[in-house]
């Protein structure tokens, strides 16, 4: 079984920058097969995408609200994805989750702990 660790959050204020990092560990993970996403939860709400990156890395995809500040990047040597955020706002403040998905499917799913990004005005 796969285990996400992320990490890079932390207290910011508004117009600063953070990389967030998550690795899988599992020797066995053939990280090469997965899309990999970041999510984030801000207090009292759900739980949003922020961007996806396909499995090469040859396509991103973006949340309207970060497009411009954010950018998604992975590492396959390393099974590492990046979140790198700049520009930041309080309302990204938010618990950053990673996750690993292969073909759309429920039964091939990871999620990582969760990292907390809190951005002050």
């Known amino acids: 079984q796969v285990q996400l660790v992320e990490s890079g959050g932390d207290l910011v204020q508004s117009g600063g920058s953070l990389r967030l990092s998550c690795v899988a560990s599992?020797?066995?993970?053939?990280?090469?097969?997965?899309?990999m996403k970041w999510y984030r939860q801000p207090p009292g709400k759900g739980r949003e995408l922020v961007a996806s990156i396909t499995a090469a890395g040859s396509s991103t995809v973006y949340v309207d609200s970060v497009k411009g500040r954010f950018t998604i990047s992975r590492d396959n040597v390393k099974k590492t994805v990046y979140l790198q955020m700049n520009s930041l706002k309080p309302e990204d403040t938010a618990v950053y989750f990673c996750?690993?998905?292969?073909?759309?499917?429920?039964?091939?799913?990871?999620w990582g702990q969760g990292t907390q990004v809190t951005v002050s005005s």
């Open positions: 996750n690993a998905n292969r073909g759309g499917r429920l039964s091939d799913d990871a």
């Open positions: 599992a020797s066995s993970f053939i990280f090469t097969n997965y899309t």
